[in-house]
């Protein structure tokens, strides 16, 4: 029963460093999501994917890019990693067509800028 | 635009007590209303899902209610325990969209 399966858990980048955050999940879903979660702020929602071959912004996507490689899998990229992208990251997905789908997350991915 | 808003942000009771979180929309089209519960550095948990045409939704000690009209969320956690410390939050995902908005949580610590 994996879920949702985020990779690496913890990362340290230098500022202007690039990385990739990897999260698979093995529910058959059709969305996928990218939140990130501050104190203070709760989570927002940097991208979403409805479906295998889209994605759409969020409330915070600028530094960010995403891509929807297949159904299970959905990265996301920090191009040139500022201080500012510090959080912990939280990949989620449900399925779609459904009232009744919840939300399942993955255990984030811990990542400080320095 | 859709807000979500959870008070109080913290709440300490002694372990027994039946206490009630609370979370509030701002805008009533939503397609449905879940609550999660977050332990210290894990992810978040899903607890209860409440469709939009539904009032509300029951799993063990808890009990979720969902009132449109007035933009209100409770959940009801009877007898509670140590183990129910963690933070709650309440997301909604509005008619149309794929998104859902997250409050940001009510802290709770239940004393032995």
């Known amino acids: 029963n994996a879920g949702v399966t985020q990779t690496p858990k913890f990362q340290v980048l230098k500022t202007g460093q690039s990385m990739t955050l990897q999260c698979a999940q093995d529910?058959?879903?059709?969305?996928m999501y990218w939140y990130r979660q501050d104190p203070g702020m709760g989570l927002r929602l940097i991208y979403y994917?409805?479906?295998?071959?889209?994605?759409d912004k969020g409330e915070v996507p600028n530094g960010y890019n995403v891509s929807r490689l297949n159904k299970r899998e959905f990265s996301l990229r920090l191009e040139s990693a500022a201080p500012s992208q510090t959080s912990v990251y939280f990949c989620?997905?449900?399925?779609?067509?459904?009232?009744?789908?919840?939300?399942?997350f993955g255990n984030g991915t811990r990542l400080t800028v320095t | 635009k859709q807000e979500v808003t959870q008070i109080p942000a913290a709440l300490s009771v002694p372990e027994g007590e039946n206490l009630v979180l609370n979370c509030s929309f701002t805008?009533?089209?939503?397609?449905?209303l879940q609550w999660f519960r977050q332990d210290p550095g894990k992810g978040l948990t899903s607890l209860l899902l409440?469709?939009?045409?539904?009032r509300e939704q029951t799993s063990g000690r808890l009990n979720a209610s969902l009132d449109k009209s007035s933009g209100r969320s409770t959940l009801y956690i009877a007898a509670s325990q140590p183990g129910d410390s963690a933070t709650y939050l309440c997301?909604?995902?509005?008619?149309?969209?794929?998104?859902?908005?997250f409050g940001t949580g009510t802290r709770l610590k239940v004393l032995a």
């Open positions: 994917s409805a479906s295998e071959g889209t994605t």
């Open positions: 989620a997905s449900s399925a779609a067509d459904s009232s009744n789908s919840p939300l399942h």
């Open positions: 409440i469709q939009s045409s539904q």
């Open positions: 997301a909604v995902k509005r008619f149309g969209t794929y998104k859902y908005i």
């Open positions: 805008d009533s089209a939503i397609y449905n």
């Open positions: 529910m058959n879903h059709n969305s």
